[in-house]
């Protein structure tokens, strides 16, 4: 089993900048595809950004693309998420987890989960 806590979360206004990590213990998670997801409230848990173990292959929606960028030390075993240009709509509870195979948007590919870090924008 992998671990991963998530920490950088906080409140911030409108177009300011938030850098969430992702740290692991347990086996390493350094060859597997991580993701960033996001569930604000009243609405479904989300994708947000995926990795390769190469960092060479990323994905975001058009709701964050431009505004994110994700990145991965596989030596220290941690996952970054960067998020410039905040917005209200990206107020949500925000998750890492490590894909055990499948599509990488999909929710159901990850098998580990952390426990979440909120992050607030304020207008």
């Known amino acids: 089993q992998v671990q991963l806590v998530e920490s950088g979360g906080g409140l911030v206004q409108a177009g300011g900048s938030l850098r969430l990590s992702c740290a692991a213990s347990?086996?390493?998670?350094?060859?597997?595809?991580m993701g960033w997801f996001r569930q604000g409230p009243g609405k479904e848990r989300e994708i947000v950004a995926t990795?390769?173990?190469?960092?060479?292959?990323?994905y975001f929606p058009d709701s964050v693309k431009g505004r994110f960028t994700i990145s991965r030390d596989n030596a220290k075993n941690i996952v970054y998420l960067q998020m410039n240009d905040l917005k209200p709509e990206d107020t949500a509870v925000y998750y890492c987890?490590?894909?055990?195979?499948?599509?990488?948007?999909?929710?159901?590919?990850?098998?580990?989960w952390g426990q979440g870090t909120q992050v607030t924008v304020s207008s």
């Open positions: 987890a490590q894909s055990r195979g499948g599509p990488i948007a999909s929710t159901r590919s990850y098998a580990y």
């Open positions: 347990g086996r390493t998670f350094g060859y597997y595809v």
């Open positions: 990795i390769t173990l190469s960092g060479s292959s990323t």
